[in-house]
């Protein structure tokens, strides 16, 4: 068993443009919760006011489910007693369910950087420690340059964990604070500290190497029981550990249990969850949760998928909760387009006509501009129509989009709004709406209309938007709009292409709500909406899903 202790909310706030506010916070300890992180470094109320208030606040909430809360901050000043201290003393009455501290074991920057003896240094991370104690049940020591100081006074570095036992330690973490570590040294100094401290070890990384994930590996190889590290390796600098890739690293490669195993599919989705409440925008090629972890383009890897999938991918993509995914362009012959329609298509024939059909107008439409490497959602519905089985929900009868700006208002007012009039099953409704520019405008316009007829269609948000122009015609260059859309369990991609940009990012939207409307929305409002009894109606979306 390896403990997780998770430092997003702390060390991941010092990465550049990362800014949390209480709630961000509260709502990322409850993601955090859900997933079985065992320990949550929430923040430091000795230092910083905002998390004073986060502890006091959470005191006041249900208890976690499985992850307890830490606080952090520094050892006492040189000179002083613990007891004067007021970040200690905040510390100490803070409500966490642990503390804890770091202090030098540099012997450098024990001269350079706190201006003190070295018996000093010791006697302020024993006697610190040893206040703590008296208040709290778990204390932690954080070695802060630990092996840079290892490297230079090997003695002192050990002497410094020494001191942190002596004052009642609970767990010490390891800190390669400057990235600088090979895994080599860090499999060597971690034994060395294995072999003189009795106390449990934890691993704590930077990734200014690019070595994060790598050490913290070698570190849990060489005795530490607990890795610290970041949702998406964020933090200063470069980063830290990503824990993303070493939870499926420690759970499935290495048989390790560091969360709870039926937890372990919420990797990907509980992991966008908090990209989103960061407000940054995830790898795609990050390993295991990254879009592209399980992405196949290469003709020989989708054949090799097809009949082997341990012949491209080393996990089963589903463990962590993400999907194999086929991309699709011009070059894919009728393997591509069959493996990525196996599943949504389950009658289809990998040599049948309609695999033709649909190949042929995959290269029409990419052709005229369109591309479905990255809009999976579009082609499955372009697939649908080209074999006349796509569902017809809706249809937009009319729109119109009006900009404006008046330099004499002050505040963010909306700079946009749009018209549509919407025909679902012969009923017209015309609705209106403003937003910060034409496309939110549009966007919300449509699902305000369309939640009248499907309500879930309210749960839907545009989560992205890119436009790339095609040809070099200035102003009258054709446009594509790619678009991602989610209904916060799901995300899917979808793609419009036209001169008009406005037309370009109408049809992405349309792609994006029938495809809810196909894949996600419950058969019940489908069967409000329409009367499947008569002929003529709209292809059920019933058929699509394998029903009826």
């Not at 040189?78 to 100490?92: F, I, Q, Y």
């Not at 017809?392 to 009868?397: A, I, K, L, M």
Request: glycine letters at 8%.
């Amino acid at each position: 068993m390896i403990e997780l202790s998770d430092t997003t909310l702390r060390d991941g706030a010092q990465a550049e443009g990362i800014s949390f506010s209480v709630s961000d916070k509260i709502q990322i300890i409850s993601a955090l919760d859900e997933l079985g992180i065992r320990w949550i470094e929430a923040g430091s109320p000795g230092i910083n006011p905002a998390d004073f208030e986060l502890f006091r606040l959470l005191q006041s909430k249900p208890a976690l489910r499985r992850s307890s809360l830490l606080a952090f901050g520094p050892t006492c000043r040189p000179g002083t007693s613990p007891a004067d201290d007021e970040n200690l003393k905040k510390l100490a009455g803070c409500g966490a369910d642990g503390v804890v501290l770091f202090g030098k074991c540099s012997l450098p920057l024990v001269s350079h950087v706190l201006h003190c003896t070295p018996d000093e240094n010791l006697r302020m991370i024993r006697d610190s420690v040893s206040y703590l104690k008296q208040h709290h049940q778990i204390v932690w020591f954080d070695a802060e340059h630990f092996f840079d100081g290892f490297a230079d006074h090997q003695d002192y570095a050990l002497s410094a964990l020494a001191a942190a036992a002596e004052g009642g330690a609970d767990r010490i973490i390891l800190c390669d604070t400057r990235g600088s570590m090979l895994p080599d040294e860090i499999r060597r100094i971690v034994a060395a500290a294995r072999s003189s401290c009795a106390i449990p070890l934890g691993i704590h990384c930077h990734n200014d190497c690019g070595l994060a994930v790598s050490n913290s590996i070698e570190a849990v190889q060489a005795g530490c029981t607990l890795v610290q590290g970041t949702i998406g390796g964020i933090g200063e600098r470069c980063g830290n550990a990503n824990l993303c890739t070493i939870i499926p690293v420690l759970s499935l490669k290495m048989g390790l249990k560091c969360i709870p195993t039926d937890k372990l599919p919420r990797l990907t989705h509980l992991s966008r969850k908090i990209f989103e409440i960061m407000n940054i925008v995830p790898d795609e090629t990050s390993p295991f949760i990254g879009n592209s972890a399980f992405a196949h383009k290469a003709g020989v890897h989708i054949d090799g998928i097809m009949k082997d999938p341990e012949s491209y991918e080393q996990i089963n993509p589903e463990s962590v909760g993400n999907q194999r995914r086929f991309l699709l362009s011009d070059q894919v012959g009728k393997a591509g387009v069959y493996a990525r329609l196996g599943r949504f298509l389950p009658d289809l024939n990998r040599d049948s006509s309609e695999i033709s059909r649909i190949l042929q107008k995959l290269k029409e439409m990419e052709t005229a501009g369109y591309t479905y490497e990255n809009a999976d959602s579009s082609f499955e519905l372009l697939a649908l129509d080209t074999l006349g089985r796509r569902p017809r929900y809706f249809e937009v009868v009319d729109y119109h989009v009006l900009c404006q700006s008046n330099p004499l208002e002050s505040g963010n007012l909306p700079s946009a709004q749009a018209y549509l009039k919407i025909n679902v099953n012969g009923k017209e409704e015309i609705n209106a709406a403003e937003g910060d520019g034409p496309v939110n405008a549009l966007d919300l316009a449509l699902r305000k209309t369309l939640s009248l007829f499907f309500p879930s269609v309210s749960h839907m948000s545009l989560k992205d938007f890119k436009v790339r122009v095609l040809n070099a015609k200035g102003t009258a260059s054709l446009v594509r709009v790619s678009i991602e859309s989610s209904d916060g369990e799901h995300i899917w991609n979808t793609v419009g292409v036209s001169e008009n940009i406005i037309e370009a990012c109408l049809k992405a939207l349309i792609d994006s709500v029938d495809y809810m409307l196909t894949k996600y929305v419950p058969p019940h409002e489908i069967y409000q909406a329409f009367d499947f009894s008569g002929s003529g109606q709209p292809v059920s979306s019933l058929n699509v899903r394998g029903g009826k």
